[in-house]
């Protein structure tokens, strides 16, 4: 199997990169808790974290299918959340915190509402939340720490971070987010990213319940909406947004 090498070089002055020292969190983590982590993720050959940026030579795993079953990666994420479930803190304490910058995230949301407040994929009811968020984001951030007892969550659990091998093997790939907090946080990320809104009810029964989801919701809505922001109008992807957009407004609605 090839390797595939990933350079990251010094992350931009003011970018959500540097403030949370996602490059250099990402060799700390193939480090340190790859090797003990309990799930399928790439190999690692060579992690250096240095004045120009930072390197690893991971297991390439491109030929493998991107993305997984929903209800598989519910399974997945149940597997991992559960093993490090009050642990983690502990034992990485270097991991970042819940609501980390969170500041910085408010000020992108306000300044990108303007453009996304009239974007038509949105229902109405995405739009009355997405509305209720600007100057908010702050709050929602800082709520997640309601959402349940801390684990080791991936932070960017979407499909696109994801392969499945011709066995049937799931590998979870791309670990700049790592971080100590309420496994609901990938939960309701998967979901809203990666999962059309009628597969929901499968997937969180694969993973157990919905503890903290509608705590957590909030602020995934918050990445969902910028996410929305990078496609085109009327763009397949950014429909699909909307859909899931769509379904955790409704499911914010009925809490």
């Known amino acids: ?45 060579r992690a250096e974290d240095g004045p120009d940026g930072t390197l690893l030579e991971l297991e ?61 994929e949105l229902s109405e009811q995405a739009r009355k939340l997405g509305r209720e968020l600007v100057g908010n984001v702050v709050a929602a951030e800082r709520q997640i720490a309601t959402a349940g007892e801390l684990t080791l969550v991936h932070g960017d659990l979407s499909a696109q971070n994801l392969r499945t091998s011709p066995t049937g093997e799931i590998a979870l790939l791309d670990w700049e987010d790592v971080t100590a907090a309420p496994g609901a946080v990938d939960l309701a990320w998967f979901l809203l990213s990666s999962v059309e809104p009628t597969d929901w009810p499968a997937t969180i029964s694969a993973y157990g319940d919905d503890e903290g989801l509608y705590a957590v919701l909030p602020s995934a809505l918050v990445q969902g909406l910028l ?25 914010l609605g009925g809490a």
Not at 227 to 251: K, Q, T
Request: neutral net charge; contains cysteine.
């Open 1 to 45: 199997m090839g390797v595939f090498v990933k350079r990251r070089g010094i992350a931009a002055a003011g970018s959500v990169a540097a403030a949370l020292g996602m490059f250099q969190a990402e060799v700390r983590f193939y480090r340190e808790i790859a090797p003990v982590i309990g799930i399928r993720v790439p190999a690692c050959y």
């Open 60 to 120: 390439d795993l491109s030929e493998w299918t991107p993305g997984a079953a929903p209800a598989a990666v519910g399974e997945l994420m149940r597997e991992l959340h559960t093993r490090w479930r009050g642990k983690v803190s502990e034992r990485w304490p270097w991991l970042r915190a819940v609501a980390e910058e969170a500041g910085l995230i408010e000020r992108l949301y306000d300044e990108a509402w303007p453009l996304l407040a009239d974007r038509p």
């Open 227 to 251: 996410s929305l922001n990078d496609h085109p109008v009327g763009s397949a992807e950014a429909i699909a947004w909307g859909r899931r957009l769509d379904g955790a407004a409704l499911m």
